[in-house]
């Protein structure tokens, strides 16, 4: 019999993925979460901080705000927002996510720390000195981390970007954040528009479909 999954699918400069945080956090301690990492802004779609840049995401980050608590510091909206030399590019930020995972099976403790310097700190997180120090804040090896995020930018880290999407056009799933639970009777998307703010109900709502965790004296 199939174990109980939950695919993610995400991006690490998503807004709403950010919103979702405290979803991913509840969601791991009822049963094992995948992530996949789409590249919203990677390649031909990375973008320089710009002024409309700012004016289109300040609603956003907004209503996001309002609807799932999550905060977004002074920091971001008033330093990394109007940091015209600043870069938005998925692909380095993914790469350390998978970098992370590969050496630790830290993956989503890295995206949650990245969510924290871009959205809090309004650090550059797609310069790779700083996904180092990322790293290393989590106690993850400096100097192994480097090694591992250079061998897996590139190619490595498109092929996981086309992997995410050819699972998205399987489940059809539009955009990002995408929640998609894998049982043994198959794949369901679930809508968390209902539970941003309220990471209690959606674990109780995956515990109601997933069962208790392996192992669980539930």
Known sequence: MTAPILHY????????????APLVRAARDVL??????????????????????????????????????????PAYTDGLLRDNGAVFDSEPPTAAMLAAEQLAGRGLDMLARLQVAHYEEGRRIAEPSVLVELAASLGLDAAAFAETLTQLSGEAVQAHFRDTREFMARVGAQGFPTFVLE??????????????????????????RAGPPAGSAD
Request: glycine content about 12%; charged content about 15%; hydrophobic content about 35%.
């Open 32 to 73: 094992p979460v995948r992530p996949r990492s789409g590249g919203m802004m990677a390649g031909a779609r990375r973008q320089a901080v710009t002024p409309q840049l700012r004016a289109y995401v300040q609603p956003h980050d907004q209503r996001i705000a309002q609807l799932s608590g999550q905060p977004f510091g």
């Open 183 to 208: 049982t043994a009777e198959g794949l369901q998307s679930i809508d968390v528009s209902a539970y941003l703010g309220h990471p209690q109900a959606f674990q109780e709502r995956l515990r109601q």
């Open 9 to 20: 699918l995400y991006d690490p400069l998503c807004g709403w993925c950010y919103g979702a």
